[in-house]
């Protein structure tokens, strides 16, 4: 029954490979058009897997929580080139970072 849930949703069965190229450099992507590009205001990237050392999302304390953000804030604002950007905690986040 579980197999037949996961078919179902994700489209292909446990023993698929994901064979995706992934490399942001290599994504061929259409450009948004003018009127696409001015309706975006902000992005947001789910991650779906979860850090060894803290429980799934559920089970994860307040403290936890915040130890995952100062943890994955940190290795953000390491990156650069294209994926340089600037981190806001949805806490601390005002009407003004928003624009």
């Known amino acids: ?9 994700h489209k292909h069965d446990k023993e698929a ?3 995706s190229n992934m490399n942001y450099k290599e994504l ?12 975006i205001l902000s992005t947001r990237i789910r991650v779906g897997r ?11 304390s307040k403290d936890q929580r915040n130890k995952v953000e100062t943890m994955v804030s940190g290795v953000l604002s390491k990156f650069t080139g294209e994926l340089a950007g ?3 905690s949805l806490k601390t986040m005002s009407k003004e970072d928003q624009n």
């Open 86 to 88: 600037k981190y806001y």
């Open 1 to 9: 029954m579980y197999d037949k849930i996961i078919l179902d949703y």
């Open 28 to 39: 061929v992507c259409p450009p948004f058009t003018e009127q696409e590009a001015s309706m």
């Open 17 to 19: 490979k994901h064979v």
């Open 50 to 60: 979860n850090l060894a050392e803290f429980p799934l999302g559920p089970g994860i």
